[in-house]
C-alpha cells in the first residue's frame, strides 16, 4: 500500500474503533456470517442424505451415495453461501454482509468510496490466509495495522468501519 492511499481521510461517518474492539466486532461479525453459511450447508447436506438413503435401499445408486452425497452438498451450498454472504450481499447492499449488519460495520475502500467486484473476490479469496492458526493470522493483522485491516483488506485496498 502506498502512502498516499494511507493519508486519505475516511468520511466523516465513517468511525474506526479501538484495536481490540475492532478484533471482537470483526470476530463476531465473521462468526454471523460463517454461520449463516454453515447452518445452509447442513440444511442441504441433511437433505441430500434423506433423498440417498431411499435411494440406496432401492438399489439405484451404490452404497457409498449414503456417504458422499450429503458431505459434497454441504460443502458446495457452504462455499456458494460463503460466497455470496461475501460477494454479492455487501456488493448489492452498501458494503454490508449480514452479520455486519447486526454488528454496525462496513466496508470501504481506502479512498472512502464503494468497492468492487474485484474488491470483494479479493477480500473472500484471502480469508484463506486469515483463517490460518483459527484466526490467529486475522487478529494479529487487524490489531496491528493502523485501519484495522485484515490481509484481505490490504491486499483489497479496503477498510472495514464502524457505521455510527
Given at each position: 500500500?502506498?502512502?498516499?492511499?494511507?493519508?486519505?481521510?475516511?468520511?466523516?461517518?465513517a468511525?474506526?474503533?479501538?484495536?481490540w474492539?475492532?478484533?471482537?466486532?470483526r470476530?463476531?461479525?465473521?462468526?454471523?456470517?460463517?454461520?449463516?453459511?454453515?447452518?445452509?450447508?447442513?440444511?442441504?447436506?441433511?437433505?441430500?442424505?434423506?433423498?440417498?438413503?431411499?435411494?440406496?435401499?432401492?438399489?439405484t445408486?451404490?452404497?457409498?451415495?449414503?456417504?458422499?452425497?450429503?458431505?459434497?452438498?454441504?460443502?458446495?451450498?457452504?462455499?456458494?453461501?460463503?460466497?455470496?454472504?461475501?460477494?454479492?450481499?455487501?456488493?448489492?447492499?452498501?458494503?454490508?454482509?449480514?452479520?455486519?449488519?447486526?454488528?454496525?460495520?462496513?466496508?470501504?475502500?481506502?479512498?472512502g468510496?464503494?468497492?468492487?467486484?474485484?474488491?470483494?473476490?479479493?477480500?473472500?479469496?484471502?480469508?484463506?490466509?486469515?483463517?490460518?492458526?483459527?484466526?490467529?493470522?486475522?487478529?494479529?493483522?487487524?490489531?496491528?495495522?493502523?485501519?484495522?485491516?485484515?490481509?484481505?483488506?490490504?491486499?483489497?485496498?479496503?477498510?472495514?468501519?464502524?457505521v455510527?
Amino acid at each position: 500500500m502506498t502512502a498516499s492511499a494511507e493519508a486519505v481521510p475516511l468520511p466523516a461517518e465513517a468511525v474506526l474503533p479501538g484495536r481490540w474492539e475492532m478484533v471482537a466486532h470483526r470476530g463476531l461479525q465473521h462468526l454471523l456470517d460463517a454461520s449463516l453459511a454453515i447452518g445452509a450447508g447442513c440444511v442441504t447436506g441433511l437433505l441430500a442424505g434423506l433423498v440417498a438413503t431411499p435411494l440406496v435401499r432401492w438399489g439405484t445408486v451404490p452404497p457409498m451415495t449414503i456417504l458422499w452425497a450429503p458431505f459434497i452438498t454441504f460443502c458446495v451450498v457452504m462455499v456458494g453461501c460463503d460466497l455470496l454472504i461475501h460477494v454479492w450481499v455487501p456488493l448489492r447492499r452498501g458494503g454490508v454482509t449480514p452479520g455486519m449488519l447486526v454488528v454496525g460495520l462496513r466496508i470501504e475502500t481506502t479512498r472512502g468510496g464503494a468497492p468492487g467486484v474485484r474488491d470483494y473476490l479479493v477480500r473472500w479469496f484471502l480469508f484463506t490466509v486469515d483463517g490460518l492458526l483459527l484466526g490467529l493470522v486475522a487478529v494479529v493483522s487487524i490489531a496491528v495495522t493502523g485501519r484495522r485491516q485484515r490481509v484481505g483488506d490490504l491486499l483489497a485496498r479496503t477498510v472495514v468501519v464502524r457505521v455510527s
